[in-house]
């Protein structure tokens, strides 16, 4: 059972008011218990919670580099392992050292089959260095590599399919997840720990300062994403789906038009082409993962 | 052997760091609207509210931010957030 009294995550992190990973790591914590040991890529989480001498974190914590938390995490797994030793192995990462830097030491202990639970905090850019885009960006976002404009509608390519992938590698256990839902995150971490064998989970953190909204509606964004269809909460066992949160779905305006990153698709008239598109990808996942629920006629 | 490499730091140092200096508007909890569900503890970014010994939440001002996220939340409105005199 996960302990919500679990502090591991503490006060005085320098994360911005209403910090969507900072959410993330407090409740990643209480699900994966005082029993772990965290190893951290270089991001914006790594940056707020432990400027030297400072550190938010009351469990041990190792960071590295940017590109190799999965293989510093294969690295104390297998030592632990060797001196028999139970303690658990959790990466956290953000979206650029998941989806674009450290893909290569992650394929390679998920190939190798570590016992070590990856854990992405996905804000959708490379946040702490000043919004650039990075694989996990959503179409049609306005980011300063991406930047919208008279010749540019912001990012030009989909988001990448992560969980697929590393459920393509064999991964018993694959989910997704949103701060917004914070009781459906800390179960999953729990189950991720607790499943042998390499588990991912990517979890939806909404960003104020590179989204462009205020800080005190993080839930709320979290919340429309996943009832426009934009983002699915879902659980994958060993390669299949066997869980999709399921909504009465909206449509897709009701995401975008608050948030600074898709002004432009709003400005100077509704983009109403572009629109579409982005609700197209909403409907495609809808399909893929059967979210929507079923309403009755109305008589 | 201690391996003397790398930076280390007491666990939970963070709190040398008193972020409620940065706060701009200021959570002011009702004792009598509030239900005490919990939700605001759980969802504060900072994990500064704690709870006492009547399940009422309580907000550690040295660190909290004032971003909010508790009074948008809040099922029972009972967290008003107010322009904070310094």
């Known amino acids: 059972m996960v302990d919500k009294s679990l502090e591991l995550f503490d006060c005085g992190h320098r994360a911005c008011g209403g910090c969507g990973p900072a959410l993330a790591a407090r409740l990643i914590m209480k699900g994966a218990g005082a029993n772990t040991i965290v190893v951290a890529s270089t991001g914006c989480m790594e940056v707020f919670s432990t400027p030297y001498p400072e550190t938010a974190w009351k469990t041990p914590w190792i960071h590295s580099l ?115 839902y914070p009781n459906d995150l800390m179960q999953k971490v729990e189950r991720a720990v607790n499943t042998p064998g390499p588990c991912y989970i990517q979890i ?71 629109i579409a598109k982005i609700q197209a990808i909403a409907d495609k996942n809808a399909e893929r993962y059967g979210i929507d629920i079923k309403q009755k006629p109305q008589e | 052997m201690a391996l003397n490499i790398g ?27 509030c239900s005490k569900c919990g939700l605001c503890i759980l969802i504060c970014p900072e994990g500064c509210i704690s709870e006492d010994e009547e399940g009422m939440p309580v907000p550690d001002y040295d660190y909290c931010k004032g971003c909010g996220v508790c009074a948008d939340e809040c099922p029972a409105d009972a967290i008003e957030m107010e322009l904070e005199e310094k």
Not at chain 1, 162 to 172: C, K, T, V, Y
Not at chain 1, 211 to 239: C, P
Not at chain 2, 17 to 28: A, E, H, L, Y
């Open chain 1, 66 to 180: 940017f590109q190799n938390a999965a293989a510093v995490a294969s690295g104390v797994e297998a030592s632990l392992k060797k001196q028999g030793r139970d303690e658990k192995v959790v990466a956290i990462c953000g979206d650029g050292a998941t989806f674009d830097i450290g893909m290569l030491c992650i394929s390679g202990a998920f190939e190798r089959g570590h016992d070590i639970t990856y854990i992405c905090y996905d804000n959708e850019a490379y946040m702490n260095t000043g919004i650039q885009r990075s694989g996990a960006t959503p179409y049609d976002a306005s980011t300063t590599t991406s930047p919208a404009g008279r010749n540019s509608l912001g990012n030009s390519r989909p988001k990448k399919d992560l969980p697929r992938i590393l459920a393509a590698h064999g991964a018993p256990y694959v989910a997704t997840a949103s701060v917004s």
């Open chain 1, 204 to 274: 939806h953190t909404p960003c104020s300062t590179g989204w462009g909204f205020e800080g005190s509606k993080t839930i709320e964004m979290g919340k429309l994403a996943i009832q426009t269809g934009l983002w699915v909460n879902f659980e994958m066992v060993d390669g299949e789906v066997v869980k999709a949160k399921k909504v009465v779905r909206k449509p897709v305006e009701e995401y975008l038009k608050v948030q600074k990153r898709f002004r432009h698709l709003f400005r100077p008239q509704p983009n109403t082409e572009e």
């Open chain 2, 7 to 33: 930076c280390a730091a007491k666990p939970g140092r963070a709190r040398d760091n008193r972020t409620g200096s940065w706060r701009v508007f200021i959570p002011r909890f009702s004792r009598e609207k």
